[in-house]
């Protein structure tokens, strides 16, 4: 199971928990599942957000807290610090959008938010692209863990880039990789798993879907079935087809 | 006499309920008359139980069928024109998925959106219809259930009395969680517009990946604009970034929004269990009422019908998860 500094995680699957019809689906969703890690946003809830915030806690998974919404390195480290003091954990997922229709990330404000986290003690996931220098750089600044993204937030487009994915995976093959973002199907979770991913973090997808319990379950599966493929070596695809059984004895010339 | 604590839409549908098959009542409410300080007063009046099937429970639609009728009854000024669904061109995907979450609905093209809403012609290419849906003014028909009561000699008390009544009712929304541990706050910011360019007959929901809005027409060129959905149980002043969304989303449906005069801003929180489904609850003489969430003019009328349903027959209704008498 995937280890993200020091700590071993129950799960590849990791939940978002916005947007779901309401606070019991999404603890189904999580029952259903039984996704290792629960990411929960703060910006929005400004303060009166306890409620929820306890339900969250009550979901039965490793809390990560995120800076979603923030455009700027001084909004992510103040949601930051808050989220410490609220959650009482290191760890930090830091979004820094740069780009407002497609939630890219500022990669600039995030090296620097980073640098600037891990200063103060903060255990930091970058939600970045898979610009193999933008992650060496997040390196540089301390992150253990980099969470590059499948496709825009909320897009469910699936794995856009899977050259750039897999020369990332192939060029940091110790640090712990998370797909995040962009997942819409089992099938695009399953794939981040084969290429050797150590996690996928997706929360649209189930949230919106017709049942998202039943969504989550799948996702549970997908991810299970993609891990188990990449560490059962799989085939390499080839071109001229290799009949599984001897073709030798078998009038197959006539 | 059975004594109800809370005049808000809750509170003053139960007591027009009970009163009406002929039960003594009286409200207790710090607050003389529907205003600010509740959240119905912040509704937008929507009587939509096919809609907001897409992202609710289905209780929600099978009681809400019978909302339109009984706020007719009991209140009047329900105009029965349905519900008109839009999405813009990039994100069709939005109506399909809204089509199959739902029912009661027929789909529309351009000449058709048109021929419904004369001012969006030409602006949108495919819709869904909800014709039997309805709509009111909140603020119209939270008063007209007041002064009905107070015309049938029904007592609103600023203060409880001395005198113990026979049964509580207990319909104080989010105020009453010292009393309900999971009740909890849902967000909601809203906008009043005015802007006599632009007539609409019927509530349009413009779908939007990331804000979804929807506008009620009030008449006289008034129209609001909701709702955030927002877990935060804080009150009070709209942020900027939700009335930036709202006028946006606005300014989408149609450019004339753009020079509207906007009358008003509001927040409040919404009342709500986990399931974001409505609660009666029964301790010894007290029934809660509460947990409405964002269905407080669909759903008050059948929370209402099974509150009077428990206190005439004694019978357990659907929404009461807990009996100790």
Redesign the interface.
């Known amino acids: 199971m995937p280890v993200f500094y020091g700590v071993e995680v129950a799960s590849p699957l990791m939940l978002g928990t916005a947007q779901y019809p309401s606070p019991a689906i999404l603890a189904e969703a999580f029952r259903a599942s039984k996704a290792g890690i629960a990411t929960v946003s703060l910006r929005r809830e400004q303060g009166g957000g306890q409620d929820f915030w306890s339900l969250v806690q009550g979901l039965g998974a490793r809390i990560l807290p995120n800076t979603a919404g923030c455009h700027t390195v001084k909004e992510a480290v103040t949601t930051a610090h808050m989220a410490r003091e609220l959650f009482d954990t290191n760890w930090i997922k830091l979004e820094v959008i740069g780009h407002t229709d497609t939630l890219q990330p500022d990669v600039f404000g995030l090296v620097e938010a980073a640098r600037i986290l891990t200063g103060d003690g903060f255990q930091v996931f970058p939600y970045c692209t898979e610009d193999l220098t933008v992650c060496g750089r997040l390196l540089d600044a301390g992150c253990q863990v980099l969470m590059p993204w499948g496709a825009p937030i909320g897009s469910g487009l699936g794995i856009n880039n899977a050259y750039g994915l897999r020369s990332l995976r192939a060029h940091f093959a110790d640090v712990p990789l998370v797909v995040d973002a962009g997942i819409g199907l089992p099938s695009h979770a399953a794939q981040a798993m084969e290429m050797g991913f150590d996690a996928v973090l997706l929360n649209t997808a189930v949230a919106h879907a017709g049942d998202p319990a039943a969504m989550a379950r799948a996702m549970a599966l997908a991810v299970e079935a993609g891990r188990a493929a990449h560490e059962a070596d799989p085939m390499e695809p080839r071109d001229m087809a290799a009949p599984s059984t001897p073709v030798i004895g078998k009038a197959f010339l006539s | 006499m059975i004594r109800i604590l809370g005049a808000g839409v809750m509170g003053l549908v139960i007591a027009s309920e009970l009163a009406a098959r002929g039960h003594p009542v009286e409200l207790v409410d710090p607050e003389p008359a529907p205003g600010p300080h509740g959240c119905s007063w912040w509704a937008g009046g929507m009587l939509a139980p096919h809609c907001e099937r897409e ?3 289905e209780p929600v639609e099978r009681h809400g069928l019978a909302a339109i009728d009984w706020w007719d009854r009991h209140a009047g000024g329900v105009q029965r024109n349905g519900t008109l669904v839009l999405t813009l061109n990039r994100d069709r995907g939005e109506l399909a ?1 809204f089509a ?2 739902s029912t009661g609905h027929r789909t529309v093209d351009g000449d058709q959106i048109a021929a419904l809403e004369l001012d969006l012609a030409g602006r949108f290419a495919a819709g869904l219809f909800y014709e039997a849906e309805a709509h009111l003014d909140p603020r119209a028909a939270l008063s007209a259930l007041r002064d009905r009561l107070v015309a049938q000699g029904v007592a609103f008390h600023r203060t409880p009395p001395e005198a113990a009544p026979e049964t509580l009712i207990d319909a104080r929304g989010l105020a009453a969680r010292d009393r309900l541990a999971d009740l ?2 849902v ?1 909601g910011e809203m906008l009043v517009l005015r802007c006599p360019d632009v007539t609409l007959s019927r509530p349009v929901r413009l779908l939007h ?2 804000i979804p809005l929807y506008i009620v027409p009030r008449g006289d060129g008034v129209f609001m604009l909701g709702a955030t959905m ?5 009150r009070g002043i709209v ?1 900027a970034r939700s009335l930036l969304e709202l006028l946006s989303a606005a300014y989408a449906l149609h450019p004339a929004f753009g020079e509207a005069e906007v009358l008003e801003t509001g927040a409040d ?1 919404r009342p ?1 269990f ?4 409505p609660r009666l609850r029964r301790r010894g003489a007290t029934i809660f009422a509460n947990g409405l969430y964002r269905h407080g003019f669909l759903l008050s009328p059948a929370v209402a019908a099974m509150a009077a349903d428990h206190l005439e027959t004694g019978i357990t209704p659907e929404f009461m998860d807990e009996v100790s008498r």
């Open positions: 992202s609710a429970e998925r199959r979450r909890r706050g967000r990946p990331r927002i877990e935060s149980d804080r942020t929180a709500a986990p399931d974001n489904l």
